[in-house]
Nanobody
Framework: VQFVESGGGLVQSGGSLRLSCAAP????????LGWWRQAPGMERELVAS????????NYADSVKGRFAVSRDNARNTLYLQMNTLKPEDTAVYYC??????????WGRGTQVTVSS
């Protein structure tokens, strides 16, 4: 297993969650990373990305201003701070290299459920 996501759960609309992703040192050292999500019946979409050094970040329009991606390369951990959560944020959240590299498997993801 190369990517291990955690931190999901059930939260009310307007609440917050912080997701974490652990990956091997070499992946953190070499690659830009991103957070994806997949809702039932929908395709997986990129919601946030961060460059290898952490200097630049990008967000999907749907989460801009509410989510913040960060990384701690010393701890080999990627984070996603999610604030002002909405029911439409309900999905399984995954982390991986950005762009996704097929050599690396997707992790199991972490379920985020936002109740209205």
């Amino acid at each position: 297993v190369q990517f291990v996501e955690s931190g999901g759960g059930l939260v009310q609309s307007g609440g917050s969650l912080r997701l974490s992703c652990a990956a091997p040192t070499e992946i953190f050292r070499l690659y830009d990373l991103g957070w994806w999500r997949q809702a039932p019946g929908m395709e997986r979409e990129l919601v946030a990305s961060i460059t290898r050094t952490g200097q630049n970040t990008n967000y999907a329009d749907s989460v801009k201003g509410r989510f913040a991606v960060s990384r701690d390369n010393a701890r080999n951990t990627l984070y996603l701070q999610m604030n002002t959560l909405k029911p439409e944020d309900t999905a399984v959240y995954y982390c991986k290299t950005n762009p996704p590299i097929t050599l690396f498997d997707w992790g199991r993801g972490t379920q985020v459920t936002v109740s209205s």
